[in-house]
């Protein structure tokens, strides 16, 4: 099992993608706390992980409350002993073409997508330089390196993500911590549950594979960049969207 022994938080982790890495890390051996906002989908999260035989903690929190992030990773690093990495999930769209976009849209994205990944990060990165090991995985998009038709604010967050991993891949890599990011294109989740039919119909003719990309494809990335298998792999933007932008 190739997370063996692996203590990691993982955000945004009660549904969708972060559900299916949390899933797929408890399979390859990893202990996995679960943060997201709702405490309740927390603990059901937490409950069928359980009832899948893995190890699951439950550790509610907004990622945008600094206060609250501080003492997620607290509680996180008091259960497990240690910390081995982070994966930053936690995401939300709030979509509008530039010329109707509202400062609330703009901040709201910014907030969570941004803002949240740093705070998270900040949060572990004292614990896995002075143990001198461990991996971010931050979850970016196709969208922060291409752009996206009224997502003015999302692709400037994940673009964000990309910006922040290279710098963190160049600070905390002299600790043996490594960063990196992974970029999916256009993924089955309720995140695009607002997209229109005939949208989605198209977003999968941009693809050669002609289709969207499943939760647990982006999680099998995810789980390589944790595990020590990626041991030199430091600073990457990983697509995992099927070849979208060739
Ligand atoms: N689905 C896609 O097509 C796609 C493509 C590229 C990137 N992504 C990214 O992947 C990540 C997961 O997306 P998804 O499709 O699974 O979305 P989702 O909406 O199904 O899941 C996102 C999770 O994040 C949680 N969350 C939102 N705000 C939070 C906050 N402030 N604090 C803690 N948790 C919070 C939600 O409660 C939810 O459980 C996001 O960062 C998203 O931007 C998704």
């Known amino acids: 099992m190739r997370l063996a022994n692996k203590h990691l938080i993982i955000t945004g982790a009660a549904r969708g993608i972060g559900f299916a890495i949390a899933s797929k890390c408890v399979r ?28 699951a903690i439950p550790l509610p929190a907004d990622v945008t409350d600094d206060v609250a992030v501080r003492q997620m990773v607290h509680v996180a690093h008091e259960r497990f002993g240690r910390i081995d990495g982070l994966v930053n999930n936690a995401g939300i769209t709030k979509d509008a073409q530039l010329r109707n976009m509202s400062d609330e849209q703009w901040r709201q994205v910014i907030d969570v997508n941004l803002t949240g990944v740093f705070q998270c990060t900040r949060a572990v990165a004292d614990m896995l330089c002075a143990q001198g ?6 979850i970016s998009s196709v969208v922060g390196l291409y752009g996206n038709f009224g997502q003015t ?11 922040m991993t290279m710098t963190w891949a160049k600070e905390l890599g002299r600790k043996n911590v490594r960063a990196n990011a992974v970029c999916p294109g256009f993924i089955n989740t ?3 549950g607002t997209i229109p039919e005939q949208v989605l119909a198209r977003l999968r003719a941009m693809v050669p594979m002609n289709r969207l990309g499943e939760p647990e494809e982006v999680a099998n990335a995810v789980a390589f960049l944790l ?20």
């Open 190 to 192: 309720s995140i695009l």
């Open 133 to 138: 090991s461990g991996a971010i995985v931050s």
């Open 153 to 163: 604010n999302y692709a400037a967050a994940k673009a964000g993500v990309i910006g």
């Open 28 to 55: 390859e051996g990893a202990t996995v706390g679960i943060c997201d906002l709702s405490p309740e989908a927390v603990d059901r999260a937490c409950a069928q992980l359980e009832a899948a035989g893995g190890r």
């Open 227 to 246: 595990s020590d298998e990626a041991s030199f792999i430091n600073g990457v933007a990983l697509e995992v969207s099927g070849g979208i932008a060739i």
